[in-house]
């Protein structure tokens, strides 16, 4: 059983529509992590959470919400999107932010697509 | 800044061969970390090792062996006898040990592994 789970696996959406991704760690760690993986570009880190409180947002559009309401639980909220955010929504989770060493867990994914 | 480049977007081999998936740096920090992930087809990143930027030794774990070099600021993959279930696509990722770092992982573009029976 993965540590990370993350709901829906594929979305698809159209741009006026309001959806949201949920992420789950079962590892007790304190960090989560939201990335993009796009065709052909690298990994983006999108937001970076410790212990619930947000620690970074790397520039990403306001149409991109996240939440994250325990150190468990992380959501990405989606509103008036674009056919370019259709991607790979990557969640990751670390025992913390802080350490650099820590390696991150990530879960399956969710392949948004956006009509 | 930093940035890491894998040179390799797609690597075909047949199975038994050996395979090295190439991964070159640049950081201006003294102390970082490099990682190599494995994405199959599943979706998911499957973390495979950590090095330490003060720490040169090369590690073989199974069919894997990694070398970190760092007069040439590489961390090369190596797989012996690949296998069809080593067909992924491998990232190679480096993190600072700044204060301010906040776990940013830098990833490379990735490099496509075909294992082919």
């Known amino acids: 059983e993965t540590g990370v789970t993350q709901t829906p696996r594929h979305l698809v959406m159209g741009m006026t529509n309001k959806k949201s991704l949920k992420c789950e760690q079962h590892?007790?760690?304190?960090?989560m992590y939201w990335y993009k993986q796009s065709a052909k570009k690298p990994l983006e880190l999108m937001f970076v959470?410790?212990?619930?409180?947000?620690?970074e947002n790397n520039s990403v559009p306001s149409r991109f919400s996240p939440e994250c309401p325990n150190s468990s639980h992380l959501f990405l909220h989606l509103h008036t999107l674009q056919p370019e955010d259709s991607a790979l929504y990557l969640c990751?989770?670390?025992?913390?932010?802080?350490?650099?060493?820590?390696?991150?867990?990530f879960g399956p994914g969710t392949r948004l697509t956006v009509l | 800044a930093q940035k890491v480049t894998q040179a390799q977007t797609e690597i075909s081999v047949v199975e038994k061969e050996d395979v090295t998936l190439d991964c070159v740096y640049e950081?201006?920090?003294?102390?970082?970390?490099l990682f190599w992930y494995k994405q199959p087809p599943s979706g998911e990143l499957v973390f495979l090792i950590r090095?330490?930027?003060?720490?040169?030794q090369n590690e073989i774990s199974g069919r894997y062996s990694w070398n970190f070099q760092k007069s040439t600021s590489s961390f090369n993959f190596t797989i012996t006898a690949s296998q069809v279930v080593d067909s992924a696509v491998y990232f190679c990722?480096?993190?600072?040990?700044?204060?301010?770092?906040?776990?940013?992982?830098?990833f490379g573009q990735g490099t496509i592994l075909t294992v082919h029976p």
């Open positions: 090095r330490n930027s003060f720490d040169e």
């Open positions: 990722a480096l993190r600072n040990a700044g204060g301010t770092s906040y776990g940013k992982l830098t």
């Open positions: 990751a989770s670390s025992q913390d932010s802080g350490g650099a060493y820590n390696e991150q867990f």
């Open positions: 950081t201006r920090d003294t102390t970082y970390y």
């Open positions: 959470y410790s212990l619930e409180e947000r620690v």
């Open positions: 590892l007790g760690h304190n960090a």
